[in-house]
């Protein structure tokens, strides 16, 4: 079992630029999450999926888009990426009965 | 105003030191409780749920206090391996969301 795999694990782009984070979990949880850390701030919720089909907004939403392909994937989008994006990147899943949550190894994104 | 504030710390102790961290929280309908252990470069873990009753796993002890609002570690015989960000947890009553403190780093020295 990979538990939660997230892709790629580090990236560099320009301003401007797009890219979508992928996240892939085989622990059959319907809940979802992408979140940001930076330094100071802590953990910070981007959009998450209660279930298949379904995506709501986080605490800092804006310049991402998500998009639930199935129970298994759940990507995140940059459009026009900017240097205050420049941040690690974390998947997350939860089975909601048990309230734990189970992270990916996180993205390291740079924004130049 | 957050709902879950950490000390961040840093908090440096010697091996063998016993070290206590804690969480408030601001919403009383908060429901469940966690703390979450975190390396450097890598991501969260859970180190446990923290119970009304308080809990006890090894060396870790986690307890409630809803009067208060706040949530508290204690972490005794500290081994260098215990070096980490603690992050407490809170999640509200039918939300799906949790909500994450800052963390508070603790690093034990030889």
């Known amino acids: 079992n990979a538990g939660v795999t997230q892709t790629p694990k580090f990236q560099v782009l320009k301003t401007g630029q797009s890219m979508t984070l992928q996240c892939a979990q085989d622990m059959n949880h319907n809940s979802m999450y992408w979140y940001r850390q930076d330094p100071g701030m802590g953990l910070r919720l981007i959009y998450y999926s209660a279930s298949e089909g379904t995506t709501d907004k986080g605490e800092v939403p804006n310049g991402y888009n998500v998009s639930r392909l199935n129970k298994r994937e759940f990507s995140l989008r940059l459009e026009s990426a900017a240097p205050s994006q420049t941040s690690v990147y974390f998947c997350?899943?939860?089975?909601?009965?048990?309230?734990?949550?189970?992270f990916g190894p996180g993205t390291r994104l740079t924004v130049l | 105003r957050k709902e879950v504030e950490q000390d961040p710390g840093p908090f440096n102790v010697p091996e063998g030191a016993t070290v206590a961290f804690n969480c408030t929280y601001s919403?009383?309908?908060?429901?469940?409780f966690f703390w979450y252990r975190q390396d450097c470069r890598k991501e969260p873990k859970l180190l446990m749920s923290?119970?009304?009753s308080g809990n006890e796993d090894g060396r870790f002890t986690a307890q409630l206090n809803r009067a208060s609002q706040y949530i508290s570690l204690l972490i005794r015989d500290s081994k260098l391996s215990d070096s980490a960000t603690y992050l407490c947890?809170?999640?509200?009553?039918?939300?799906?969301?949790?909500?994450f403190g800052t963390g508070t780093r603790l690093t034990v020295i030889p």
């Open positions: 947890v809170v999640i509200l009553t039918g939300a799906n969301n949790l909500f």
């Open positions: 919403n009383s309908a908060s429901q469940s």
């Open positions: 997350a899943t939860r089975e909601f009965s048990y309230n734990e949550q189970f």
């Open positions: 923290v119970y009304s």
